[in-house]
């Protein structure tokens, strides 16, 4: 994969994380990871083609991309607490 590619992938990684309301650097504070180690990890690995990586963070953070590029919109707070059952305590649901 040529460098022209790989740039093209990124740019719609960034596109994909944009549509959920996030940048790089909102997702990496999101999922707990240094941004600059999200940085080096998309730089090396995202939209390669290679093996994936034998670090256990970087084949974390690409197996979190993935997630947000390959699945649709996560369901919001509302959504969550409707599908939970009801709590038995006095003041209602915990949500």
């Given amino acids: ?5 790989r740039a093209s992938a990124i740019f719609e990684l960034r ?10 650097q909102a997702f ?9 180690t999200v940085f080096a990890v998309i730089q090396r690995y995202w939209g390669t083609g290679e093996n994936p ?7 974390a953070i690409l197996e979190r991309l993935r997630a947000y590029v390959e699945h649709p ?18 003041n ?3 949500c």
Wanted: aromatic residues 4%; contains cysteine; hydrophobic residues 25%.
């Fill in 53 to 59: 990586p034998r670090g256990i963070i970087a084949q």
């Fill in 1 to 5: 994969m040529n460098s022209e590619e």
């Fill in 15 to 24: 596109g994909e994380l944009l549509k959920k309301g996030l940048t790089l």
């Fill in 73 to 90: 919109e996560p369901p919001s707070e509302q959504e969550e607490c409707e599908n939970q059952p009801v709590s038995l305590v006095e």
């Fill in 28 to 36: 990496a504070r999101k999922e707990g990871f240094d941004i600059r």
């Fill in 92 to 94: 209602g649901p915990y």
